[in-house]
């Protein structure tokens, strides 16, 4: 059965750092583009970042730039969101998702894991 299953979020002060892991299962990952996307309280859900299948190309939302690295790990069959400089306004759940090739351009996916909560506060 194809599972997406997100760890490593949390509560973290502003300016602090986390990374969250998104681990597969059920399928080869290598295959897949992937990327994460977010969900904050009555907010639709946005795309955040996303990486090819060969991890060749990536793509972030202008909010998040020079903030936040994808990455993966086909090997391992998993994909990492290191998250840098973390502001309020980046609280929300985080979910890893997987899709084709257009995954990446058009920000939709096919399969999504459950999320894991990323709180920013003092």
């Known amino acids: 059965q194809l599972q997406l299953v997100e760890s490593g979020g949390g509560l973290v002060q502003p300016g602090g750092s986390l990374r969250l892991s998104c681990a597969a299962s059920g399928f080869t990952l290598a295959y897949y583009a992937i990327g994460w996307f977010r969900q904050a309280p009555g907010k639709e859900r946005e795309g955040v970042s996303c990486?090819?299948?060969?991890?060749?190309?990536?793509n972030y939302a202008d909010s998040v730039k020079g903030r936040f690295t994808i990455s993966r790990d086909n090997a391992k069959n998993m994909v990492y969101l290191q998250m840098n400089s973390l502001k309020p306004e980046d609280t929300a759940v985080y979910y890893c998702?997987?899709?084709?090739?257009?995954?990446?351009?058009?920000?939709?996916?096919?399969?999504w894991g459950q999320g894991t909560q990323v709180t920013v506060s003092s």
């Open positions: 998702a997987v899709g084709p090739i257009v995954m990446c351009v058009i920000w939709q996916a096919d399969d």
């Open positions: 990486i090819t299948s060969s991890g060749d190309s990536t």
